[in-house]
Structures are given as structure tokens and as C-alpha cells.
């Protein structure tokens, strides 16, 4: 009997093994937190200064620059739900990465639950601001990609009900999943262009798509892979944190990897899209 005990011991991973496997993969989850609050900093302010600059110097015309049917004129309520979609999707990418910082939420818990709720509003203006736009307002790309945005918006609204809900069921921790979930579709459109830029960089150039019709089969795919890949690789998070020192480990390396790819995406992106048009 001593000796079955040995054996089944044996099995195990050392405790400190296990510890040295669960701080790998919190460093690997810090990392991409870093990167992706750093890049989506940078996309918050690339938007301000090309398009509030050009409202403020009342060159409406400008917001034509990057993206289609950006202002019509005569077009009150088209203009006004794209000025709100743009002003939201600012705001819920400085408000979404508040809400990830345990800190905020252990020393400041009035505060989290403030910026929730503004973060979660916007979020669901800007969903449907941004499909409205997509299918009544018009803009590049085909069917496959419309829908494709259109199902990472409809994610958007359906994640933002189950975070409320699980909050004032007090079953805060699956807030937190349901919240984390939220994070990432809402940064579907930062994926997609961080995706195209890394995609570009690998390849030397457009691949799998026209860069002058924006149309093709990569960016077909790009258009549900912008949530669904993130959203995946969290399930996948998700089980591996309460695995073994061998699941953590393999966790801690695919995220760093992607991490990785999602830097050079970043990087590619400020210089050669965001820099240049903020001036």
C-alpha cells in the first residue's frame, strides 16, 4: 500500500514546478495585456486626432480620407450615428483596459463599477451604430465580410447582457468570464486591422485579397477570425489556468507567440497606417 501511495505521488508535478508554471503563464497573460493596451492606445489616438481634428477645423469631407461614406452631406442622422460610433469606440478602448486592472477593481470598486456600466453602454451604442453603418450607410467589402462583422456585433450585445446579468446575480466570477469575452469582441475591429497588417508584413505585401476592391478570401476569413480566434484562444485560457504545469506551460507559449504576431501587427500598423495620418 506505501508503495501505490509513492507511485500515485510520483505522477504529480513538484509544487514548484506547478507555481513556476502558473507565474509563466500570468507573465505571458501580462505581456499580451501590455501589448494590446499599448496598441489599442495608440489606434484611440490615431482616431482622435484624424477625425476630431478634422471636425474641428469643420473639414468634415476629411472623415472620407480612411473611411467610405465617413460624412454625407444632408445626411443628419447617418453623420450623427457615425460621430457617436467614433466617439464611443474611443472611449470603451480607454474605459475597456480600466476595467481589466484587478487593482481598479480590489482598491477602487465604485470606480469599476461605474466605468462597467459606461463601458458596457457604449459598447452597445457602438455595436449597433457600427451595424447600422455596415448595412444601411455602405461600405467596403463583400456579403461574407458583412456578416462576419455583423455576427462580432450581435457577439457585442448578447456578452454585455450576460455580464450585467451575472453581476446583479452576484456570481462574480462569471462576470469576469463573460466581461473578458466582451473585451475582446468589442476589439474585433482592432484585430481585424492588426491582423491585416501582420498578414501584410508576413507576405511583403496585400495577399489572398485586392487591396482595391478590399475583397477576397483572406479578408473574408479576417471578418469572423477578428472574434472568434481571440475568443477561442480565452476558452482555451480558461482551462488551461486549472491544468497542469504541461497545459500552463503550452498555454503560456501559444499566448506569448501570439503576442508576438500581434506586436509586429501593432508595430506595422502605427508606422505605416496610424503615424502617417496624424498630423
Known sequence: MASDNY?????????SMQRWAAGTLARAVQFWFAVTVAGQLMFAAYAVVLYGGAALRGDMAGWNAVMTHGHVPGDTAGNAAIA??????????????????PQLRARAPRLHRWNGRVYVAGAVIASLSGMYMLWWRGTVGDLTQHLGTTLNGLLILLFAGMAVQRARAGDFA?????ALRLFLAVSGVWFFRVGLMFWIAVHGGPSGFDPETFRGPFLSFLAFAQCLLPLAVLELYLRCRTRGAAAQY?????????????????????????????H
Open 7 to 15: 507511485s500515485g505521488a510520483a505522477l504529480l508535478p513538484p509544487i
Open 84 to 101: 457617436a460610433h467614433l466617439l464611443l469606440a474611443v472611449a470603451i478602448m480607454l474605459g475597456g483596459a480600466l476595467q481589466l486592472l
Open 174 to 178: 462569471a462576470h469576469r468570464r463573460w
Open 250 to 278: 503550452g498555454m503560456a507559449a501559444l499566448l506569448a507567440g501570439l503576442t508576438v504576431a500581434m506586436g509586429v501587427g501593432v508595430a506595422v500598423a502605427t508606422v505605416g497606417m496610424w503615424l502617417p495620418r496624424m
